[in-house]
C-alpha cells in the first residue's frame, strides 16, 4: 500500500487534512468496487501524537511522528495553518528532527495552503517553485528569497515536491496524484462522488474571473455572470447583456466596471478562456471547445488563447489532455 502521512499539529487548518483525506479514502473505495485491493493507508501525525485540535475546534488523534520510520510514508504533506500555529511548528523541535529523515526516502513530499512556510523554515524549498494561498506570497517570498512562489497557480509539481494554494486545493493535488497514481478515471469518479463542479488542474488560476465578481457580495451583477457562465456559446455583448439587466448599455458599460474592475468585454474573453483550459484538458477538438465558449471560428479561439496564455490550443490540449 502507499502510505500518506499527514503532519498536524495545534491550530491546523481541518479542511487541509480532511479535504484530501477524503480523496485518497474515495479512491479505496472506487477500487474495492473493482475487486481491488485498497492502495492508500492515510496516517495522520504529530510532534508528540494524541489529540490535536484544530483551529476550528474539531481534535483529531494523532500518531508521535517518530514512531514513522524513514520510508514507511510514500507521501508526506504538511497541512497549513494562520501565522503563530505555523511559527510554532516550525520551532517545533520534533517536527525538526524528524521531518527531513521522513522526506528524504518518501516517493513525494510537500504541503497544502501555508504548510509551505513549515518546509521553508526546514529548507526544504530551496530552489523550488512552490505554490501557497494567495494572501501568503508576498510573506513566504520575502521571508524565503532562495523560493520561487507561483502566486497564480492551484498546485504545483516540482519533481518529488507537491505544493497546493489555499485550502480546497488541496483536494485537487490529490486528486491528480490518484490520477498519477491509479488512473484518470478513478480520480474523475472520486471527483463526482465528493460533487466536485470539476476536476481542476494545476494551472489553473486561484482567481477566476467569476470568483473575482462574486467576491463582491454587493455586486448587482452575481446573478448575470453566473447566466453568463453558463451561455457562454451565445452573444455576450453589451447591447445583448444590457438588455438582460434592464439598463442602457452606456449605464450597464459605466456600473459593470465599477463592480468587477474590467469591461464586460475583456471579463467575457477571460471567462471563455478558462472555460476553453478546462475543455482542452478533457482533449475535445478546437472546433467542439470553439463552439462551446462563443470563440468561433477555431482561429479566433487559437489567436486569443495564445494571446492570453503564450501557448496555441493545440499544443496546450496535446501538453494536459487527460489521458
Known amino acids: 500500500m502507499h502510505h500518506v502521512a499527514f503532519i498536524a499539529y495545534p491550530g491546523f487548518e481541518l479542511l487541509d487534512v480532511s479535504g484530501p483525506a477524503s480523496v485518497f479514502n474515495g479512491a479505496n473505495r472506487a477500487l474495492r468496487q473493482r475487486g481491488k485491493p485498497e492502495f492508500y493507508d492515510v496516517v495522520i501525525v504529530s510532534a508528540a501524537g494524541g489529540a490535536v485540535e484544530s483551529s476550528g475546534g474539531v481534535?483529531?488523534?494523532t500518531r508521535p511522528i517518530a514512531e514513522l520510520r524513514s520510508g514507511q510514508a510514500g507521501t508526506v504533506l504538511v497541512v497549513g495553518a494562520e501565522r503563530e500555529p505555523l511559527m510554532q511548528a516550525a520551532a517545533n523541535p520534533a517536527l525538526r528532527a524528524s521531518f527531513p529523515r521522513l522526506v528524504s526516502k518518501a516517493e513525494?513530499?510537500?504541503?497544502?495552503?501555508?504548510?509551505?512556510?513549515?518546509?521553508?523554515?526546514?529548507?526544504?524549498?530551496?530552489?523550488?517553485?512552490?505554490?501557497?494561498?494567495?494572501?501568503?506570497?508576498?510573506?513566504?517570498?520575502?521571508?524565503?528569497?532562495?523560493?520561487?512562489?507561483?502566486?497564480?497557480?492551484?498546485y504545483v509539481i516540482d519533481g518529488r515536491l507537491w505544493t497546493s494554494a489555499g485550502v480546497t486545493t488541496g483536494i485537487d493535488m490529490a486528486l491528480a496524484m490518484v490520477a498519477h497514481d491509479l488512473d484518470a478515471t478513478i480520480a474523475g469518479e472520486v471527483a463526482q462522488r465528493l460533487v466536485l463542479y470539476a476536476r481542476r488542474?494545476?494551472?489553473?488560476?486561484?482567481?477566476?474571473?467569476?470568483?473575482?465578481?462574486?467576491?463582491?457580495?454587493?455586486?448587482?451583477?452575481?446573478?448575470?455572470?453566473?447566466?453568463?457562465q453558463s451561455n457562454l456559446d451565445l452573444a455576450l455583448d453589451v447591447p445583448s447583456l444590457a438588455d438582460?439587466?434592464?439598463?442602457?448599455?452606456?449605464?450597464?458599460?459605466?456600473?459593470?466596471v465599477a463592480a468587477t474592475g474590467e469591461t464586460p468585454a475583456r471579463f467575457v474573453e477571460a471567462a471563455r478562456l478558462d472555460a476553453a483550459r478546462m475543455l482542452l484538458s478533457r482533449g475535445l477538438?478546437?472546433?467542439?471547445?470553439?463552439?462551446?465558449?462563443?470563440?468561433?471560428p477555431p482561429a479566433r479561439l487559437a489567436e486569443a488563447f495564445e494571446r492570453r496564455f503564450g501557448v496555441a490550443p493545440r499544443l496546450f490540449r496535446d501538453m494536459h489532455a487527460e489521458l
Do not use: N
Open 244 to 256: 438582460r439587466a434592464s439598463m442602457s448599455e452606456r449605464t450597464f458599460h459605466r456600473r459593470f
Open 201 to 228: 488542474p494545476g494551472y489553473q488560476s486561484q482567481f477566476s474571473p467569476v470568483l473575482k465578481a462574486q467576491v463582491k457580495g454587493d455586486s448587482p451583477f452575481a446573478d448575470l455572470i453566473g447566466w453568463m
Open 108 to 154: 513525494r513530499f510537500g504541503s497544502v495552503c501555508t504548510g509551505g512556510f513549515v518546509l521553508a523554515a526546514l529548507g526544504l524549498l530551496d530552489g523550488h517553485r512552490i505554490a501557497t494561498h494567495w494572501d501568503s506570497c508576498a510573506a513566504l517570498t520575502k521571508a524565503f528569497p532562495k523560493i520561487t512562489v507561483d502566486p497564480d497557480s492551484l
Open 285 to 296: 477538438s478546437l472546433k467542439t471547445v470553439a463552439a462551446q465558449v462563443g470563440l468561433c
Open 59 to 61: 481534535t483529531l488523534e
